[in-house]
């Protein structure tokens, strides 16, 4: 299944799980993989990307510079 070619409202649920997962996944899921949606934190950071960049109008709710931000903290949580 091509996520992005799935209808908007789909999408953005989407995005705000994937959100909520890496939330748990920086918290109490104490950076365990196996909590994201992806399943991998490269692949679920990709994901949340392709999806914002997906939509005509952004979501207010998430930017870009926060998705940034996961990624920086969860990439660093892989050196630790």
């Known amino acids: 299944m091509n996520i992005l070619k799935q209808d908007e409202e789909f999408r953005y649920q989407l995005l ?6 890496c939330d748990y996944y920086l918290g109490n899921g104490k950076g365990h993989s ?3 949606w992806a399943g991998d934190e490269k692949e679920q950071i990709k994901t949340m990307k392709d999806l914002w ?6 979501p207010e709710w998430l930017s870009m510079k926060e998705i940034e931000e996961y990624e920086k903290n969860m990439i660093k949580s892989l050196q630790e």
Not at 16 to 21: E, F, P, S
Not at 53 to 58: H, Q, Y
Request: net charge negative; no cysteine.
């Open 34 to 36: 196996g909590h994201l």
């Open 16 to 21: 705000g799980r994937l959100q909520m997962d």
């Open 53 to 58: 960049n997906s939509f005509d109008e952004k």
